[in-house]
């Protein structure tokens, strides 16, 4: 499923995150940069040691930001790690870091000079954000990012699951509800 914005393209797949092809791959990160499970994990394990060899000189990245590494043996040219807050209640500023860590990972992108963005859904594993929150924040971050940065061709969010990819389309529509959803196969 896809929007066009501008002359950019936001796209929602259901895949796995360390199979994307894009210049830039976002890594669910913890603050230590130390890798983990879920996203995190599967990234690593997937690019090799290399990323966490390069992780390990930046030491750390602060919650609602992002850094860049090298993209190991992924098929990509860099991972940029972002950093959402760990959920508590909604009120301790989890949705303007949320939102922030997705602006910092686009950024950085876009600094780099990547044109396509894989990212998954931040937060919403080991860190608790709802996905219906979550994705309402990641979609409408992403939009306004595109309707600033013409030079990034393509942000894919890359969604494990029917049901998160659901949300996220949910989300979607509610956040550019004049455009109409291109499925697959009906471009």
Avoid: W
Avoid at 16 to 43: E, M, P, R, T
Avoid at 68 to 78: I, P
Avoid at 149 to 165: C, D, K, T
């Amino acid at each position: 499923m896809k929007i066009s914005i501008g002359t950019s393209t936001l796209e929602l797949a259901e895949g796995d995150i360390s199979k994307q092809q894009a210049d830039a791959i976002v890594n669910a990160a913890n603050a230590q940069l130390s890798g983990g499970g879920g996203v995190d994990g599967a990234i690593h394990r997937a690019g090799g040691p290399t990323i966490m060899a390069e992780c390990r000189k930046i030491g750390g990245c602060p919650t609602g930001q992002a850094v860049a590494t090298n993209a190991g043996m992924l098929e990509a040219e860099k991972v940029i790690h972002a950093v959402g807050p760990v959920y508590s209640d909604g009120s301790q500023g989890e949705p303007e870091l949320l939102a922030s860590a997705y602006e910092h990972a686009f950024s950085l992108a876009a600094e780099l000079g990547l044109k396509t963005i894989a990212t998954p859904s931040l937060g919403t594993g080991a860190y608790g954000y709802p996905m219906e929150d979550a994705a309402r924040i990641a979609v409408s971050t992403a939009i306004d990012f595109l309707r600033e940065n013409p030079g990034v061709e393509r942000i894919r969010f890359v969604l494990m699951g029917s049901e998160a990819l659901n949300v996220y389309r949910r989300a979607l529509e509610e956040a550019a509800p004049t455009q109409r959803l291109k499925l697959p196969g009906h471009d």
